[in-house]
């Protein structure tokens, strides 16, 4: 077993509580409490997002907000001069909204950020209480109930006053009919009656204290925040195809931003009150092109007025399958765009499919129980698979009629079927397109490419496939019916999550089709010859590297995110297309994500840090000379000042020669020779692309928890990624197929015959604990090898896989095809419960919508059913879905779980 150095930049390393102290030095610095590590306010802001670079290569654009700011702003540096300049912001977008939003906007922040001071306040007076300090714990209610009664009192005076107001105005429309009666009959005006004395309203009577907390109740159930209630900045951009100016898209409206003005500002464009997204540039830069719900617009920034390009699909009545758009992707030369549409799925004897399968959720926080309703897809279901169609068509020009429409170039029937389709990707010249299909009961995967054309009329000069000659023609001439080549096909084999990032693209020359494939038991990029079909690698090795994110100008390399060399981190690698060297750009050890190339190859962008280094964006330069920019700082300082300790990596090899990768937190007085009790903690199952162990993870409880632990109270802690994980090749993947939770629970047996005589832990007092996938996996290893640990915290995990969405059942746990019978059942924990014999603490959140908390219910009633009352206990929170974040929060959730290990596991002895 080898061990990975701790890096030198290491924080301050906590000594443990129950540390001896040792002559002649410094006193051990205090642990951070559990409320101080799991604070109110979160310690960094959201990580950048959505970097993309400006045609010319030169800037470098971004959504992100500092520290403590809502929202997302824009963002551009320039890499010429260095220099970045934030382009939005709540006082620029203040030009454009009305002054009632940016109040609320205002209002609603002052409130969280009260909030979160309350509730840290709360979390420190509560454990104060607890260790017998004198604490008024009612005072936050007093004060609330107190601006409460001041605000009932103001309402009353004003509801009164209005009475008063309507009452008045009553009389005097009575006085002036009555004139208006006697003047008709010709009787004197009656006199007016003597002003009677203003009765006051009724004082209401003092509203009891349990009255006023209902009040209370309801009012905080007003005012709770909602995403919509803070600014948001803005939701997206687009970079012009020539010029370095963008567009962006916030709340409804479009707006300009042109780096080459003397004076950059942002210029509004479109203005509705409409759920708008951004699409692209014109193909000559003169406008923009957007949706607005299923409608694809096209506006200019010097004509007025909005041009709908992909009007909705006409059919003739007697048609039986009418389609509607629910997609349109354009090509970058914008001449062409893809329509996938979708038809109502019908019954045999053409009515309405029936609605998708709902399960209820109760809710208990009223005075009765009520009940909401969410979609729950389960393997035994008849899959409502909409009809689809793609269809091919040329973006009308500006004063075009409307042409006829084309027949679609690709139909799937829909119904009882497992049916994915990827995104459509266009070649940059618009003379291609491609995409890839899935269907998962076939287990049949297909790549097609199609070709535009418009034959060229006698007279004029050729053009590239698609070019500007073609348009010549005349758009009516063009084929948009012409079927694409299906030039790739596997059955079986390929591995259950390729689907998911099997994204195609062209080359920038558009001769070459780049996809993710998992040919040989890895997820890496492949390369489709557009002329020829022929496949091939463009990596090798065993790694993962299935994100591609640009490519050279001359096509000759690309750029991907790989884990080559370090299981544990991702770096950008540059690919040579011809020859397949790779050339890591980012730092080693480091975890890169959200990355993006510039079209030029000269740089990449990407989110990156480690455990030393939190993440943040960085511009890397592609020459392997230029020293790479930080262009973010998202932490708060009171993350440095916690000075927690840091994780030491380690793996092992298991008893099917795999390496198991992991790491560990060790006290400060740690020796090998020590008898330590020890904590575990496993997910085990797909995460698409990520898993545990990686450098830059601050996971709750693996990472923060686990620290915690070991230092307090000198525990050994543990996360390791056993077989079932993503990241590490289809073996590892596809280990759950149909013997789900076996083979993490192998791996974690060889991992316990470790601890003891290298990580100086007590092989008696050894804990387990998980979470979703993880609790699953935590049940079924208490149950199945019930003397392996000494206690276990599962949290909500799925226990009837018959039960879970079939989505992911049906592709990471076994066939789900026969759907006259739930075939997923003989995986449930149920008939595995009465194995237990150690403690074990089921965890959940009452209202997850993911996995059901009925799940954790049945679990436990076999339990008690088998006679284990003494030795389960569970731990709810009545408004907590899947990650909990109902009442309970981290700090007391982990406060559960530090008694809870206290008392199972014992304390540490030095």
Known sequence: MTFAAISSLALAVALSAAAPLQAQTAPPKPVPSLEQIFRAEPYRSEPAKDADFSRSGRYLAWLWSPFGEPGTDLWV????????????????????????????FDKKLRQRNTEYAERQAREVAQQAYLRGEKVDLAQWETAAIATLKKELAEKKAKDDAQKAADK???????????????????????????????????????????????????????????????????????????????????????????????????????????????VAYTADDSGVIYTDETRVLRSGFKQTGVQVINRELIHPDDEQKKYKIDQTAISEDGRWMSLLAKAPLKTADDKPAPPPKQVEIMNYSERWATAKKVNREVSDDKRNQQPLALYIRQLPTGNEPPRKQPAPVFTQNGGDVWFEMSDVAWARDGSRYAFTTWERDKELLRVYIGKTSCPQPSGTTAAPQGGAAGLGSGPAACDESAKPEMVLERRGEVGHEVVNVLKPRFTPDGKTLVLALDEAGWRQPYAIDVATKALRPLVKGEFEAHQVIGFTADSKAMFVLANQGDMAAMNVLRVDLASGATQALGAAGEYHRAAAASEDGRWVGAVAGNWAQRPELKLLATDGKTPARTLTDSNDKAWGELKLLRPERFNFTNRHGDRIEAYAFKPASWTAADKRPAIVYVYGGPLNDRHIVEVDSFQNTAYLFGQYMAARHGYVTIAVDPRGHSNYGRKFSDANWERPGEPQAEDLEDLVKLLPTQFGVDARRIGLNGWSFGGFQTQYTMYTRPDLFAAGIAGAGPTEWENYNSWYSGRTIGKATDRTKPVLRKYSLLPLAKGLKKPLMLVHGMQDPNVLYQDTVNVYRELLDSGKESLVELFLDPDGVHAMGGVVKPAGWHRRYEAFWLRNLGRATP
Do not use: N
């Open 77 to 104: 540096h320039d890499t010429k001069t260095g220099k970045t300049q934030r382009i939005t912001s709540p006082q620029v977008m203040a030009a454009f909204e009305a002054p009632e939003d940016m109040e609320r």
């Open 168 to 278: 008045a105005e009553a009389e005097l429309e009575k006085q002036a009919m009555a004139a208006l009666a006697a003047k008709r009959a010709g009787k004197p005006v009656p006199a007016a009656a003597p002003a009677s004395a203003a009765s006051s309203p009724d004082k209401d009577k003092e509203k009891e204290l349990w009255e006023l907390r209902d009040e209370l109740k309801k009012k905080l159930a007003r005012d709770k925040l909602k995403p919509a209630d803070l600014y948001p900045g803005p939701s997206q951009f687009a970079w012009a195809h020539k010029a370095d100016e963008l567009v962006f898209q916030y709340r409804g409206g479009l707006y300009r931003w042109k780096a080459d003005d003397k004076i950059p500002t942002v210029q509004p464009l479109v203005a509705t009150q409409r759920d708008l997204k951004l």
